[in-house]
């Protein structure tokens, strides 16, 4: 399968500091890259979907402006945790999709902890 | 042996014996559906997908069954080996305004007991 690149796999970082996240497709390009967040135990939520080129669609309860998500080119989108808290730590999980009707593929997940 | 992946979320089964983890659907408008295996600290890892003109689509020792009727999506895995321990979700593929999301399934963990 398509090989989805996620950096950093973890990160410690302190309340009220901001926190980038990227992913990357390594050998397709992915017209749409989804982010999720998963806790402990529990599936991941969709956070927002982000098509290259343009705005990302949030999911409601998700605030975009602590979330910042850009998808800047075919290959690349990031996901920026501003003014991070506590509550904030999680693991973040992005995905890639070629084709809005085929399969997407994940990254490794990014386990973020805020102190 | 067999779970529901809504009620009841762990399921064991002995190496050898065959698996079936079900999931049900809520948007009778998903075209698309997909199994994945996470295992801890780890992304999703695509397993097997099926479009909803099918209704059985099998791989190797996995075969998915879905039933457009009563919105339900199952996962067999045959002859199941200590490997196969990990977490599997379903994901439904909705139509939104403008984009197809995935949306994924409350999940169920399966345990392998040698």
């Known amino acids: 399968g398509a090989v989805v690149s996620q950096h950093p796999s973890r990160v410690i970082c302190k309340s009220g500091t901001s926190v980038k996240i990227e992913c990357r497709s390594l050998d397709f390009q992915a017209t749409t890259m989804f982010w999720y967040r998963q806790f402990p135990k529990q599936s991941l939520m969709l956070m927002a979907t982000s098509n290259e080129g343009s705005k990302a669609t949030y999911e409601q309860g998700v605030e975009k402006d602590k979330f910042l998500i850009n998808h800047a080119s075919l290959t690349l989108s990031t996901l920026t945790v501003t003014s991070a808290h506590p509550e904030d730590s999680s693991f973040y999980i992005c995905?890639?999709?070629?084709?809005?009707?085929?399969?997407?593929?994940f990254g490794q997940g990014t386990r973020l902890t805020v102190v | 042996g067999e779970s529901v992946g809504l009620h009841l979320p762990t399921l064991s089964v002995q190496e050898g014996d065959n698996s079936i983890i079900n999931c049900a659907y809520s948007?009778?408008?998903?075209?698309?559906f997909i199994w994945y295996k996470q295992e801890s600290g780890k992304g999703p890892q695509f397993i097997i997908d099926i479009r909803s003109n099918m209704d059985k689509r099998q791989g190797q020792r996995v075969t998915v069954l879905l039933n457009k009727t009563v919105k339900h999506l199952s996962l067999q895995i045959a002859a199941t080996q200590p490997g196969d321990s990990a977490v599997y979700f379903c994901a439904e593929n909705r139509r939104q305004t403008g984009a197809n999301n995935l949306f994924f399934g409350t999940g169920t963990r399966l345990t392998v007991i040698p």
């Open positions: 995905s890639a999709r070629q084709d809005k009707n085929t399969e997407a593929f």
């Open positions: 948007n009778s408008a998903s075209d698309y």
